[in-house]
């Protein structure tokens, strides 16, 4: 499950998730936020077919063919379903150094062709990772940890703010969620004292999906002040409520 901030990164995850359900066998999800999003319009840098082709290179081989019928989605008593579904789960979780190989070499190659094109901002601190970004103070005493394109606004909300306190602010954000990615939040974590945790899912029932993964990676008699943050449930996100947190 990957997870976009903008059109631009929607764009190289396609990319990317060809790539890796190619290598790895499975499905993978690209997550866009509806409407801000889907329906919206930025410029955007586009790899050429001639680019994208020197790493998708494997020939999709058709699923179905008539002169060899098959079953596919075919049902499965407790005991199989039981042995598939934790067979997936482990293989999933073995899959990060394909997904860290596979991730390096699109940035190898990609990452040089389109600084050439585009004029990047480089005032925000920034350190991009396999599958979190991090903007903000080397040691922050507030974390804020997000998905999606709330990020924008959250970057948006720190700069403005910037001589009162984005001093102590850092903004973590989540580009891969499944796998869970905690081996490389957890660094994070460790340095601040307060963490946010902003979910666009209600939990229902129980505590918001994001915040309930952060909040098991933190070590039994952790002494650091975890919040959690439900905003823009169908609806838009606005930086006067981000900054009430």
Not at 6 to 13: L, P, R, S
Not at 155 to 170: F, L, P, T, Y
């Amino acid at each position: 499950m990957l997870w976009a901030e903008d059109i631009q990164e929607a764009i190289e995850q396609h990319w990317l998730a060809f790539i890796l359900s190619q290598k790895l066998r499975l499905p993978v999800m690209v997550n866009i936020d509806g409407f801000r999003l889907t329906h919206a319009s930025e410029p955007v840098i586009l790899p050429s077919a001639k680019v994208i082709h020197k790493l998708l290179t494997n020939k999709i081989k058709p699923v179905l063919d008539v002169s060899q019928p098959q079953t596919t989605g075919w049902f499965a008593l407790p005991k199989d379903y039981h042995r598939q579904r934790l067979n997936l789960r482990k293989f999933i979780g073995r899959s990060w150094p394909i997904i860290q190989k596979t991730n390096q070499q699109l940035n190898n190659l990609w990452q040089p062709i389109k600084q050439e094109l585009q004029n990047a901002d480089q005032s925000f601190p920034y350190c991009q990772g396999l599958a979190v970004d991090y903007y903000g103070s080397k040691y922050p005493k507030t974390l804020i940890i997000a998905m999606g394109s709330i990020i924008g606004e959250l970057r948006e909300a720190i700069k403005k703010h910037r001589s009162m306190r984005s001093q102590d602010i850092g903004i973590l954000k989540i580009k891969i969620y499944r796998p869970f990615p905690g081996d490389e939040i957890l660094p994070y974590l460790d340095k601040a004292s307060k963490i946010i945790v902003i979910d666009r899912a209600p939990g229902l029932g129980a505590q918001p999906p994001l915040f309930s993964d952060i909040k098991s990676y933190l070590p039994a008699g952790h002494n650091k002040q975890i919040v959690s943050t439900i905003i823009g449930l169908g609806g838009d996100i606005k930086l006067k409520e981000i900054n009430k947190k």
